[in-house]
């Protein structure tokens, strides 16, 4: 009997484990009401996309019949609202007259895609580089490119008679990459003329397509909800999407739906234990519960919230493909995703496929192009990081609007850098090539060591980003004589005119604007603008030592006193009593450092002492040289040589280009460096 006793004690115990466990096991998995409280909970970027950074996905529909128009996805909005417009031009033109019988709607069964090849397009994706891709799932105008129960205007009953949708799922992510699918029929319900007679869209037997009839001006019925909720539902349950983006108009449905959808969309993820993303425009979700998205635009800085772009390839917006479209350089496209990872974004690229199915070949060239630059460069790319600081240069994009619109034909010049950073490594990323010696300015020798550290190049070229006197023929009055010099490439040189007669062999060293010339025995100082060379005729009127100079008006004067040893003393204005300061003179260039901290620059002209505005640079004054271990170049992989100034990080560059486009120097860190 107690035998018997032990051994039920035993088996009851065993079985409230297993219901302990399995209740632990239901409390560990998240369930996300439609409320914005429990939506916030989810993790609203997955390491997929954080790692991935670039996507692709097509827009593709009945609109690549018509292959026309500035926006070809708009053509049919067009088509019925401007009767004087060019679609409506082009259309009665092409196809044939609007009447209440015929239509947009008669170009689906022209659209028959007979080329249309799922792999095909998937491996293109693939070798371009792309980590997410899928197609728009529904446009605007209504027709779905999925097999769904609630329409019969769809890809799988008429014009390609395929599931779109299905087929590239199935291809993508047989490439291991996520899949996409976009929705805009939020905004379908303003799109055509529902109740206008003298049109096709007037009459309910196309109502499936063009929409339910309703006044302009009215709100969303309840039919429009319903289908407009459950195509997403349908498409959730039969593509198991990994991404899904949308247009505007979210904030035009009853907010319960858009937050029962995202309860439905992350739950389902959660069961199936993968990370899903879904991305809106402006306002229309509430913060942390997706991506916000910019199209055709980007931040102009480094953000703290994550955020994507759709851009296209073409160079107008055209979205869907037109017979006369141009496209984007690959530079261009590089230098975007650049500039977007390096300030927390991503990127999500637009084509638009033929209306057989096939990608147009100059997208497949440009694709495949950054495909290839992404595979000497993607370590810079893939799985970084946005740094402290996004990047330095002269080229600014201007604001966003709230929903993007920023994005310009603009070029990037070798001064223009961005940074990812991986682990203790700084990818630098150069939008141009940067000559002979790149100068990162963000890393430059900063504090009372500075003035130990070397500051010129010792060689006859300029920097990157001064003007350069080699190849130049410039003419120079000198003491009541003209001279005529003419530069090379190799720091000599020869002047004739004045003293020098017929010519003479010259020799000249530049340093940014200051040269230092030679001719025989005699050597001189100068400085170059770009146009003028200026002789310092006297070295002795020039120097500062023994001076006392002011410079500002009213409270900003600052009397400044020079001593012999580069030690200097400014009062006044924000100096107050009066601050020591070191300073170094270069002919007319004046460099000062104030409590090793502060710096500026100054010309002196023999008379005037004119402080330079200063010019806003980004810089991070915690780099130490000391941490640096290595510098190479991606697709070169050589040790380079590397010098920290108080202008910058300046590294020799590899003699051959390693790629085409956007050059990534990676600067290997240690993690505690020894600090000396």
Same mark, same amino acid.
């Given at each position: 009997?107690?035998?018997?006793?032990?051994?039920?004690?035993?088996?009851?115990?065993?079985?409230?484990?297993?219901?302990?466990?399995?209740?632990?096991?239901?409390?560990?998995?998240?369930?996300?009401?439609?409320?914005?409280?429990?939506?916030?909970?989810?993790? *609203?970027?997955?390491?997929?996309?954080?790692?991935?950074?670039?996507?692709?996905?097509?827009?593709?529909?009945?609109?690549?019949?018509?292959?026309?128009?500035?926006?070809?996805?708009?053509?049919?909005?067009?088509?019925?609202?401007?009767?004087?417009?060019?679609?409506?031009?082009?259309?009665?033109?092409?196809?044939?007259?609007?009447?209440?019988?015929?239509?947009?709607? /008669?170009?689906?069964?022209?659209?028959?895609?007979?080329?249309?090849?799922?792999?095909?397009?998937? *491996?293109?994706?693939?070798?371009?580089?792309?980590?997410?891709?899928?197609?728009?799932?529904?446009?605007?105008?209504?027709?779905?490119?999925?097999?769904?129960?609630? #329409?019969?205007?769809?890809?799988?009953?008429?014009? &390609?008679?395929?599931?779109?949708?299905? *087929?590239?799922?199935?291809?993508?992510?047989?490439?291991?990459?996520?899949?996409?699918?976009?929705?805009?029929?939020?905004?379908?319900?303003?799109?055509?003329?529902?109740?206008?007679?003298?049109?096709?869209?007037?009459?309910?037997?196309?109502?499936?397509?063009?929409? %339910? &009839?309703?006044?302009?001006?009215?709100?969303?019925?309840?039919?429009?909800?319903?289908?407009?909720?459950?195509?997403?539902?349908?498409?959730? !349950?039969?593509? #198991?999407?990994?991404?899904?983006?949308?247009?505007?108009?979210? !904030?035009?449905?009853?907010?319960?739906?858009?937050?029962?959808?995202?309860?439905?969309?992350?739950?389902?993820?959660?069961?199936?234990?993968?990370?899903?993303?879904?991305?809106?425009?402006?306002?229309?979700?509430?913060?942390?519960?997706?991506?916000?998205?910019?199209?055709?635009?980007?931040?102009?800085?480094?953000?703290?919230?994550?955020?994507?772009?759709?851009?296209?390839?073409?160079?107008?917006?055209?979205?869907?493909?037109?017979?006369?479209?141009?496209?984007?350089?690959?530079?261009?496209?590089? !230098?975007?995703?650049?500039?977007?990872? #390096?300030?927390?974004?991503?990127?999500?690229?637009?084509?638009?496929?033929?209306?057989?199915?096939?990608?147009?070949?100059?997208?497949?060239?440009?694709?495949?192009?950054?495909?290839?630059?992404?595979?000497?460069?993607?370590?810079?790319?893939?799985?970084?990081?946005?740094?402290?600081?996004?990047?330095?240069?002269?080229?600014?994009?201007?604001?966003?609007?709230?929903?993007?619109?920023?994005?310009?034909?603009?070029?990037?010049?070798?001064? /223009?850098?961005?940074?990812?950073?991986?682990?203790?490594?700084?990818?630098?990323?150069?939008?141009?090539?940067?000559?002979?010696?790149?100068?990162?300015?963000?890393?430059?020798?900063?504090?009372?060591?500075?003035?130990?550290?070397?500051?010129?190049?010792?060689?006859?070229?300029?920097?990157?980003?001064?003007?350069?006197?080699?190849?130049?023929?410039?003419?120079?009055?000198?003491?009541?004589?003209?001279?005529?010099?003419?530069?090379?490439?190799?720091?000599?040189?020869?002047? #004739?005119?004045?003293?020098?007669?017929?010519?003479?062999?010259?020799?000249?060293?530049?340093?940014?604007?200051?040269?230092?010339?030679?001719?025989?025995?005699?050597?001189?100082?100068?400085?170059?603008?770009?146009?003028?060379?200026?002789?310092?005729?006297?070295?002795?009127?020039?120097?500062?030592?023994?001076?006392?100079?002011?410079?500002?008006?009213? $409270?900003?004067?600052?009397?400044?006193?020079?001593?012999?040893?580069?030690?200097?003393?400014?009062?006044?204005?924000?100096?107050?009593?009066?601050?020591?300061?070191?300073?170094?003179?270069?002919?007319?260039?004046?460099?000062? %450092?104030?409590?090793?901290?502060?710096?500026?620059?100054?010309?002196? /002209?023999?008379?005037?002492?004119?402080?330079?505005?200063? $010019?806003?640079?980004?810089?991070?004054?915690?780099?130490?040289?000391?941490?640096?271990?290595?510098?190479?170049?991606?697709?070169?992989?050589?040790?380079? !040589?590397?010098?920290?100034?108080?202008?910058?990080?300046?590294?020799?560059?590899?003699?051959?280009?390693?790629?085409?486009?956007?050059?990534?120097?990676?600067?290997?860190?240690?993690?505690?460096?020894?600090?000396?």
């Amino acid at each position: 009997m107690k035998m018997l006793r032990l051994i039920l004690l035993f088996f009851v115990g065993l079985l409230l484990l297993g219901c302990q466990k399995e209740q632990l096991s239901q409390r560990q998995v998240k369930k996300y009401e439609p409320t914005w409280e429990s939506l916030r909970e989810y993790k *609203e970027i997955p390491k997929w996309l954080r790692d991935g950074k670039f996507g692709i996905y097509t827009h593709w529909g009945p609109y690549a019949v018509h292959a026309y128009g500035s926006n070809t996805t708009w053509y049919s909005f067009a088509l019925y609202m401007d009767a004087n417009g060019e679609a409506r031009k082009h259309f009665e033109k092409t196809f044939g007259k609007l009447t209440p019988e015929f239509g947009y709607k /008669d170009l689906i069964p022209k659209f028959t895609a007979e080329k249309f090849d799922a792999d095909e397009w998937a *491996e293109l994706f693939k070798k371009s580089g792309a980590k997410f891709a899928g197609p728009v799932a529904e446009h605007h105008d209504g027709f779905a490119m999925w097999d769904t129960k609630y #329409s019969r205007w769809n890809a799988a009953k008429m014009g &390609p008679k395929r599931d779109v949708v299905g *087929e590239l799922e199935k291809a993508i992510k047989k490439r291991d990459m996520k899949f996409v699918t976009a929705f805009h029929h939020a905004a379908n319900w303003f799109f055509f003329p529902v109740l206008d007679k003298r049109y096709d869209t007037g009459d309910p037997r196309y109502s499936g397509l063009y929409g %339910q &009839p309703h006044k302009r001006g009215a709100m969303r019925n309840q039919a429009f909800i319903d289908e407009w909720y459950g195509k997403i539902i349908e498409v959730i !349950d039969n593509y #198991s999407p990994d991404f899904i983006w949308f247009d505007f108009a979210l !904030d035009s449905l009853p907010e319960g739906y858009v937050k029962d959808f995202l309860a439905y969309y992350y739950n389902h993820a959660t069961d199936r234990k993968k990370e899903v993303v879904v991305t809106y425009k402006g306002n229309d979700l509430v913060p942390a519960t997706g991506v916000r998205d910019l199209e055709l635009g980007q931040e102009p800085g480094l953000t703290y919230h994550e955020w994507i772009t759709d851009s296209t390839v073409d160079d107008r917006g055209a979205w869907g493909w037109a017979n006369d479209l141009v496209f984007k350089p690959p530079n261009r496209v590089i !230098d975007n995703l650049v500039d977007r990872v #390096s300030k927390n974004g991503y990127l999500l690229l637009n084509v638009g496929p033929k209306l057989d199915g096939t990608i147009p070949d100059e997208a497949r060239e440009l694709l495949l192009t950054v495909g290839a630059w992404l595979d000497v460069n993607g370590e810079a790319i893939y799985g970084t990081s946005p740094w402290i600081i996004a990047g330095e240069g002269p080229t600014n994009l201007g604001e966003a609007t709230e929903i993007g619109f920023n994005e310009a034909a603009t070029v990037y010049t070798s001064e /223009d850098i961005r940074f990812t950073v991986k682990g203790d490594t700084i990818y630098a990323t150069f939008l141009d090539w940067p000559g002979e010696k790149a100068i990162i300015k963000t890393l430059r020798a900063q504090g009372l060591e500075a003035d130990e550290l070397e500051t010129d190049e010792d060689d006859s070229k300029a920097p990157a980003d001064a003007p350069s006197l080699a190849g130049k023929t410039i003419k120079v009055d000198y003491e009541g004589l003209e001279y005529e010099w003419v530069f090379k490439e190799d720091g000599e040189a020869t002047v #004739s005119g004045g003293e020098a007669g017929d010519g003479m062999e010259a020799h000249y060293e530049q340093d940014g604007t200051n040269v230092s010339l030679s001719v025989d025995d005699w050597e001189g100082e100068a400085t170059y603008d770009g146009k003028t060379l200026t002789i310092n005729e006297d070295d002795e009127a020039l120097s500062l030592v023994g001076k006392t100079l002011t410079t500002g008006e009213g $409270e900003e004067e600052a009397t400044w006193v020079f001593k012999e040893d580069g030690k200097a003393r400014v009062s006044g204005g924000e100096a107050g009593d009066g601050v020591d300061i070191t300073y170094e003179q270069e002919g007319r260039n004046v460099h000062m %450092q104030i409590a090793g901290i502060i710096e500026l620059e100054a010309t002196y /002209d023999g008379e005037k002492l004119e402080i330079k505005e200063e $010019e806003e640079r980004p810089s991070y004054p915690g780099f130490y040289k000391e941490e640096i271990k290595r510098i190479t170049m991606l697709g070169d992989g050589k040790k380079l !040589d590397w010098k920290l100034t108080r202008k910058g990080l300046v590294i020799e560059t590899p003699k051959k280009k390693p790629c085409k486009h956007a050059f990534v120097f990676k600067i290997e860190r240690h993690h505690h460096p020894k600090i000396k």
